[in-house]
């Protein structure tokens, strides 16, 4: 398969960028689309050019690193894939494909397509987490949790963390990512005592980092590689209401 | 010469002598004390969370963006643990047991035991934590088995289990962050120890944002930076997983353990190209469910469709009855390996065996195998293509895991005073082949339970000196840093680091891989030796070294690869017997089993830098409790 490639070049936080052009033949259909890049940026090292730096680690869609927006696609064209689980069969014969990096005010790129998303990590320490030192925890069994709960549970904790979310919003919202873990910890009967005070203590960050405000129209959801439903910002609304009314 | 610090007394109750003998440290003093834990995998995060709990200063990193992406979070089937929620005759003995044996008697016993011991502590944390273990309608937690076992002891979360765990201690991690008691430095690399009157007292780093060469010093280092297997480049394991933080503290004095025990995992997505990157597992779990054959007929190109019930060879049923699909790894991947040499492999390559779910899909509808294995499915859908509900898996062995890692006492400690190395960047609880679903039990294990204690006692037992920041010491170990970047820079050659690393991978597996000999692992020494040659010569990296560059993390981790392949293919040979995942053609039981040679290798070798040849030290391994025997899955 031949292919067109416009990329993202961007030396580093404050340089200035701009799309490069990168021609592309003998493309295999079975070929991830990170290993696409990966044989364009062994034929630019064979020419001494730079190779286009991406993030990237586990290839499994787990880890969340891979972030690139294809063809202004969140993680691609194919719904519930991380751009790693990305196949070049999705795409034909001469397409163009635009390469870019999350854009957001909270995400800066650091070079070419790989971003800082530490600003998840300032939420996560602000309140995602139940506050239980090593050795504290009562027996595993003294705690019954519905099935139906516990699953509901692991669905909002299946979220990977790789602000998908938030490039595909057009406001940068981080709402998908806080509500997966606000509603993860808050229909456990373990996350119950701290309810109130993770709720505020996340959303404060978020609005601190800069993360836009959410207008409801659901991108997030269809840009979301693990599936993460909108009903978790529901959750998230009722969640501050009630930490309102909560000391 | 290596004492194993092994506390006196029954095993039952030497967990419970060495954290009375352990010397404490006051809570007023901790403070005082600066812990460096290296990598935030589950190990890595779990002790510094734990640590900074307990009220020390704790500084960590992770050549990641955010400590959440370390590879732990790949695990997909499970945590072993001996509750025996289900009424099934498992207990801490069966466990230890089990990981004894799954291990060929190549394991300490002691720690082992102690892992089965705080294994049922891991899953009350974790549960606490919010882990959303899968439960019964009931509301109790529930289990599925795993390879090498009899019982159901696997807790697990869909198929996201090590995800979960992560979260779990990754939270536990940025709550410490968040009281300010953690100062965490991400996308920072550990390239070299500090020592200092021979103990370990700090570390160098680079950050890998803007190139900056850095300094980090304290009381003692933790190494929970995980495994070697992309030493195979073609592995199951996260593109950036590399041995350089145990690499570089093993040329300043650790020791590295049974290099050559390798994990092979018997079901990978089979390799489609050249291009292939990396390989993709599919959980151990699905051997629960699925059946694995081949064709009956050499050569047999029909569709799986059309290959009838009676012309099937359902081999692991065949050989191993008693435990069928889910005997232990090692023996699932030679078995599949035999099958594919006798030319009864599937699929284009021929390097493939079925994993079928036909029965069960019959047995207990689509619906239910969707709802245990769903996101596996779809993953293999993925990345295949093809869909698994209609058409068979296609699997092969890949590696997977390193038993092998830098020698540790009982407490976790390396030879290196100060110097503690967790999780599977350590050898000693998995022998010669790990159990599914025992490594993120070992990770946590190591991390909650017993670093907060070893390393406790070690600084409540050491008079530790100051150490400053310009000591000589600390000076010409960054600089030795600096040099060697700029050493990667002149070469000016015209090859990528990864492409020098897939030629390695080739060697690695072909000679040291699932079936080994002693001709086959001379001559991989001595094409290890020219690749190096060629590493030095051709390799290129970009000259501007003071920003984000992969090449240049990449050439660091290869250089290291290069020289730990070589060390792992001489333990490989000095080994002249077959147990676990290590396999000496020479050395073979007339039905092709591993034949272990007890008299001679009853051992943990050992193996010490010189700058030449590496020095090889034994650690006698005595068995006490479990009865050592041929191990039998028939």
Known sequence: MKLHLKIWRQNGPSAPGNFKDYEMDHV??????????????????????????????????????????????????????????????????????????????????????????????????????????????????????????????MDAAACIGCGACVAACKNSSAMLFVSAKVSHLAQLPQGAPERAKRVRGMVTQMDQEGFGNCSNTGACEAACPKEIKLENITRLNREMVRAAFTE | MLDSKIPSGSIESKWTQR???????????????????????LAGASAAASLAEQGYKVKVFTYHESPRRAHSIAAQGGINAAK???????????????????????AREANVYRLAEVSVNIIDQCVAQGVPFAREYGGTLTNRSFGGTQVSRTFYAKGQTGQQLLIGAYSSLMRQVG????????????????????????????????????????????????????????????????????????????????????????????????????LTLMSESLRNDGRVWVPKKEGDNRSPDKIAEDERDYYLERIYPAFGNLVPRDVASRAAKRMCDEGRGVGKSKLAVYLDFQESIQRMGEGKVREKYGNLFQMYEKITDENPYKVPMRIFPAVHYVMGGLWIDYNLMSNIPGLFVLGEANFSDHGANRLGASALMQGLADGYFV???????????????????????????????????????????????????????????????????????????????????????????????????????????????????????????????????????EMQTPEGETLRDDDNFSHVAAWEFTGDKPKLHKEPLKFEHAHIAQRNYK
């Open chain 1, 28 to 153: 295999s259909a079975d070929m991830s689309f990170l290993e696409m890049l990966d044989v364009l940026n062994v034929t630019l090292v064979k020419k001494g050019e730079t190779p286009i730096e991406f993030d990237h680690d586990c290839r499994e869609g787990i880890c969340g690193s891979c972030a690139l927006m294809i063809n202004g696609n969140a993680h691609g064209p194919d719904t519930g894939t991380a751009t790693c689980q990305l196949h070049m069969r999705r795409f034909k014969e001469n397409d163009t494909i635009v390469i870019e990096p999350w854009r957001a005010k909270a995400f800066p790129v650091i070079k070419d397509l790989a971003t800082d998303r530490t600003a998840f990590d300032r939420i996560m320490a602000a309140g995602g987490y139940i506050s239980v030192n090593t050795g504290n925890a009562p027996e595993a069994n003294s705690n019954l949790v519905g099935k139906d709960t516990s699953e509901r549970a």
């Open chain 2, 19 to 41: 954290k009375f003998e352990n010397k404490l440290v006051n809570p007023a003093n901790r403070r005082k004390h600066t812990v460096l834990v290296v990598g935030t995998g």
């Open chain 2, 84 to 106: 025996n929620y289900q009424n099934d005759g498992d207990s801490i003995q069966r466990l230890f047991y089990d990981t004894i044996k799954g291990g060929d008697y190549r």
């Open chain 2, 179 to 278: 009281e300010k008691t953690i100062e965490l430095f991400s996308r920072h690399e550990m390239l070299d120890l500090i020592m200092s009157d021979g103990k370990a007292r700090g570390i160098v780093t680079r950050n890998l944002v803007n190139g900056e060469i850095t300094t980090h010093t304290g009381d003692a280092v933790l190494l929970c930076t995980g495994g070697y297997s992309n030493v195979f480049f073609l592995s199951t394991n996260a593109k950036a997983s590399n041995a350089t933080a145990a690499w570089r503290a093993y040329k300043r004095g650790a020791y590295m353990a049974n290099p050559c025990f390798t994990q092979i995992h018997p079901t990978c997505i089979p390799v489609s190209g050249d291009h292939q990157s990396k």
């Open chain 2, 451 to 585: 670093a907060p204690y070893s390393v406790g006692n070690y600084l409540g037992s050491e008079k530790l000196s100051p150490i400053k920041s310009d000591s000589d010491a600390v000076k010409s170990t960054s600089q030795a840093v600096q040099e060697r970047l700029e050493t990667f820079k002149k070469v000016k050659g015209n090859q990528s680091a990864e492409t020098l690393h897939r030629k390695l991978g080739k060697i690695m597996w072909d000679k040291c891989g699932m079936a080994r000999n002693e001709k086959g692992l001379k001559e991989a020494i001595t094409q290890i030796k020219s690749l190096k040659d060629e590493f030095w010569n051709t390799l290129w990296v970009p000259q501007d070294d003071k920003c984000l560059s992969s090449e240049i993390e990449k050439a660091g981790r290869v250089a290291d690869f290069i020289e730990l392949g070589e060390v792992m293919c001489l333990d490989a040979l000095e080994r002249k017997e077959s147990c676990g995942g290590h396999f000496r053609e």
